[in-house]
């Protein structure tokens, strides 16, 4: 009957697809932004976006290549007949419309055309904008996976220090309650402490939901799934002490490298040709053929030739006015896209001032909360050596070590938003 329930058990956990077994995925930042961008699926999709644009330019210039069909016809005239006369004098002659099929093969080449002239070279333009699109893409999942991977290690920071601070109210609870079983200790102080350790199993749990939640997004953007083990090889100690955050701060910034801005000139060089498009509609287009006609079943009166070629010469006229208005229509379509440049460059510069200061000042807070999380601690530690030494009451340690709770998360929010602030300045400098 065991044996029955073991192997029902392996059976059911080959069926959930779960390998309980399996290996953490370790991976330092750079090797996470490389498994990012092969793994996941909006990169994926970027570059197929990429193969379509070429595509598309590969479909525009086979119109501009000759071109060859073939086709079959076949009529039945149901016996229908054709009777004329020389002269009134001779009996008629009946001429039987006998059945027909003619197989046809066709050559046709485009000599001229302004209107596909234009759209290939706007095409190529299109196939440009998807390239720069599919590298925003990349920048994007890089930035967020370096997010991700820095939140996480931010957690399990604050985990880390949980633990400590738990370890030591446990022992300051601990002792207490042995010094108020000899009536060297009040209850009260040992209630204090148990409120003490009580906030921080909360803060525990809290944080420790915290750190699943990172994880569990570093994982969507490594495109892994929801179940695997994940260790970070790099310490959150590598980002804060071996990289210089004053380095990108002398800098300049060259609008040219920025992602956006690049899609812009795409757009600029699209409403450009969008005008020379329009413009194409005042010309002529051209195009050769070239037919050849096998008569397999042929009627008794058939005079058609078998070879035939020729010229296709389409000139527009008149079209009341409407050419003329797409004209301007475009004109009025591509001054917007200028004034929307000029607009991007602007709030680009902007943004720039902006991230600079940012990252300057998350710097200075960062250093100023470091240095009151060693002033906090060492208080703390000083009133819990008073406390054992019967100088200091509970409440002096309780208010110490919340005071130092409080600068450690303090401490922790200074580390996220000095690593946003440099991670939004790299991004807009194109340097991820």
């Known amino acids: 009957m065991q044996t029955k329930s073991v192997i029902l058990l392996c059976f059911i956990v080959l069926l959930s697809g779960r390998n309980y077994g ?15 961008l092969e793994y996941n699926m909006q990169v994926k999709n970027a570059a ?3 193969e379509l644009a070429q595509k598309r330019v590969n479909e525009s210039i086979s119109a501009f290549l000759p071109q060859a069909e073939a086709a079959m016809d076949y009529s039945n005239y149901l016996g229908a007949e054709m009777e004329f006369r020389f002269n009134e004098e001779m009996p008629p002659t009946v001429i039987p419309f006998n059945p027909t099929s003619n197989l046809y093969a066709t050559v046709s080449q485009m000599l001229f055309s302004g209107n596909f002239i234009v759209g290939l070279q706007m095409m190529r333009i299109y196939k440009e904008m ?6 925003r893409t ?3 999942i890089k930035e967020l996976t370096i997010q991700a991977y820095q939140n996480a290690l931010v957690s399990d920071l604050s985990i880390r220090i949980i633990e400590e601070n738990l370890d030591n109210t446990m022992k300051i609870l601990d002792n207490t309650r042995a010094m108020v079983l000899v009536g060297v200790a009040e209850k009260l102080d040992l209630d204090q402490f148990e409120v003490q350790l009580s906030t921080l199993e909360n803060a525990m749990k809290s944080s420790e939901r915290q750190r699943e939640l990172a994880y569990n997004l570093l994982r969507y953007h490594l495109g892994v799934p929801v179940d695997t083990p994940l ?18 701060l002398g800098q300049s910034f060259n609008i040219q490298n920025n992602l956006d801005y690049q899609v812009m000139q795409s757009q600029v060089k699209l409403s450009e040709r969008q005008i020379s498009l329009k413009k194409m509609n005042f010309l002529p287009t051209l195009s050769g053929y070239y037919t050849y006609t096998n008569k397999i079943l042929r009627s008794d009166f058939d005079i058609s030739p078998k070879n035939v070629i020729g010229l296709n010469l389409s000139i527009p006229i008149l079209s009341s006015g409407m050419r003329y208005s797409q004209v301007n229509q475009a004109r009025i379509q591509h001054e917007t896209t200028l004034n929307n440049k000029s607009l ?18 998350a710097y200075d807070q960062y250093l100023n909360r470091r240095h009151n999380v060693e002033v906090t601690l060492r208080i703390y530690d000083s009133y819990q050596f008073k406390y054992e030494q019967g100088v200091a009451s509970s409440l002096d340690v309780a208010t110490a070590n919340n005071n130092y709770l409080q600068a ?5 929010s200074s580390i996220v ?16």
Do not use: C, P
């Open 22 to 36: 399996q290996e953490a995925l370790e991976l330092s930042l750079e090797e996470a932004k490389s498994y990012a």
């Open 48 to 50: 197929l976006a990429v």
């Open 130 to 135: 998807s390239g720069t699109n599919y590298l």
């Open 138 to 140: 990349e920048q994007s």
């Open 231 to 248: 260790k970070l090889t790099d310490s959150l100690d590598y980002f804060l002490d071996n990289i210089d955050f004053t380095d990108i």
């Open 344 to 361: 991007l460059e602007e709030q680009l510069l902007l943004q720039e001032r902006q991230l600079r200061f940012n990252l300057a000042s």
């Open 408 to 412: 450690e998360s303090d401490y922790l």
């Open 417 to 432: 938003a000095l690593l946003n602030a440099r991670r939004e300045l790299q991004k807009l400098m194109n340097q991820l």
